[in-house]
């Protein structure tokens, strides 16, 4: 296997590795960092959500207050103007306030004199029959205004803030009645209603819980859900203590009030100005496959981006390398079979200042060396030869004469053994 490849295969193999092992680094952190933001809007959401309830029931708050600062209701009660009048002034409150249950002025003794719900009007406010209204009279001739927790009013028979604030008499100013209101606790309601379409901010399955300190049901954003209000005990108060801690917080468990592994997220009320709140505790559990969907698709997002970002460095470091050393090397493993095959002429085209360099200059030098002491062994073998030819010239020539010679004794024998044969 050549070392082009084997750097290849190691390569890959070290790449893969190493942008698996990123991917996953990447993953699970991004995922972590998303579910962070998550948990902190899913609060955000539930004390945003809070805070309009807040606001609203502080707007009736103040909506109160300035019933009973009407001078035709207070006159109504010292009888200064008719009671006509008086009702035609706490009918256009009813109207340009509110929204209200019930809106009633009680005088200081608690006689009902105005009220939009004609059948209270002459009758007289007690523990018994009207007991919320009954308190926040009560704390009402105190000279402050009032508001209850949630309740179900015993007059209307719906779930209510009962709201009360005393009425001053302009000359004397002296406390000469009561305005009573009974907030309608429908219109709160559908700030959690209408978050069961927003799929965009919660999810459409997300559940909400607004609950009062002992645990009783206040509200759900699911409307069929809105008939057990202050009937039905969410968790007992000892529970909501352990679990959930002021002012809000966020966790995922599985939850069997809601049948899911859920983001559990919560808030309490921190009231609104003057309307310091009643320690409600508003709960939102969203399906985690929902609230965390597009942490885990961004996060996959994030995993495969680095993991590619990685094989594309490690690809660029390859090809890199890949021109630094082993073309190099490639190239001068060319040179050495060419000059192998006798091509002394073959010379290695690196100009660099680095060990690479060195070596290119090192094998162009033995390549020069090596046809120097060629050329050398070339001219010594010719000369040599030169000389063996000359030398087998004059052997050649010496052979002849002495051939020559021993022929023309073989004459000259003849010769004389004839002239012998003669005498």
């Not at 899911?260 to 808030?267: E, V």
């Not at 030169?386 to 000259?412: H, I, S």
Request: aromatic share 8%.
């Amino acid at each position: 296997m050549k070392i082009r490849t084997k750097l290849i295969l190691a390569f890959l193999i070290l790449t893969l590795v190493t942008a698996f092992i990123a991917g996953v680094n990447t993953y699970l952190s991004t995922n972590k960092i998303l579910k962070d933001i998550i948990d902190q809007n899913e609060i955000r959401i539930a004390q945003h959500l809070l805070e309009n309830i807040d606001r609203s029931i502080f707007e009736r708050f103040k909506d109160l207050q300035t019933i009973a600062e009407s001078h035709t209701l207070t006159q109504a009660i010292t009888k200064k103007v008719s009671l006509v009048d008086g009702e035609n002034r706490l009918t256009e409150y009813a109207t340009s306030t509110g929204p209200w249950d019930l809106l009633l002025v009680a005088d200081k003794e608690g006689n009902i004199i105005l009220s939009t719900y004609s059948d209270l009007e002459g009758k007289i406010l007690n523990a018994t029959d009207y007991p919320y209204n009954f308190i926040a009279f009560n704390e009402a001739l105190k000279g402050k205004t009032y508001y209850s927790d949630l309740v179900i009013s015993k007059i209307t028979n719906k779930p209510t803030l009962v709201f009360a604030s005393p009425l001053l008499d302009i000359a004397s100013k002296q406390i000469v009645g009561v305005a009573i209101g009974q907030f309608l606790w429908d219109d709160a309601l559908t700030i959690l209603v209408e978050q069961k379409v927003d799929t965009k901010k919660l999810g459409a399955q997300t559940e909400m819980h607004l609950l009062n300190k002992n645990g009783y049901l206040l509200g759900e954003n699911n409307p069929e859900e809105n008939d057990e209000i202050l009937l039905k005990q969410y968790m007992p108060p000892t529970d909501l203590a352990k679990k959930f801690l002021p002012p809000a917080g966020a966790s995922t468990s599985k939850d069997m009030k809601v049948n899911f592994t859920a983001l559990t997220s919560y808030a309490f009320s921190q009231g609104y100005k003057d309307y310091k709140g009643n320690g409600w505790l508003l709960i939102m559990d969203t399906p985690t496959k929902i609230a965390f969907a597009g942490a885990a698709i961004q996060s996959l997002q994030e995993a495969a981006t680095t993991a590619l970002l990685l094989l594309v460095f490690c690809s660029l470091v390859f090809f890199f390398i890949n021109y630094l050393i082993i073309n190099p090397i490639k190239q001068i493993t060319g040179a050495t079979k060419k000059i192998a095959a006798g091509d002394f002429k073959t010379k290695v085209n690196i100009k660099r200042s680095d060990e690479i360099g060195a070596l290119a200059d090192s094998f162009n030098y033995m390549t020069k060396q090596l046809k120097e002491s060629r050329g050398d062994i070339e001219a010594k073998v010719e000369t040599r030869t030169k000389e063996l030819e000359q030398k087998t010239a004059e052997l050649e020539k010496m052979n002849k004469f002495m051939v020559g010679r021993e022929l023309k004794m073989v004459e000259l024998k003849e010769e004389l053994k004839k002239l012998q044969a003669k005498k």
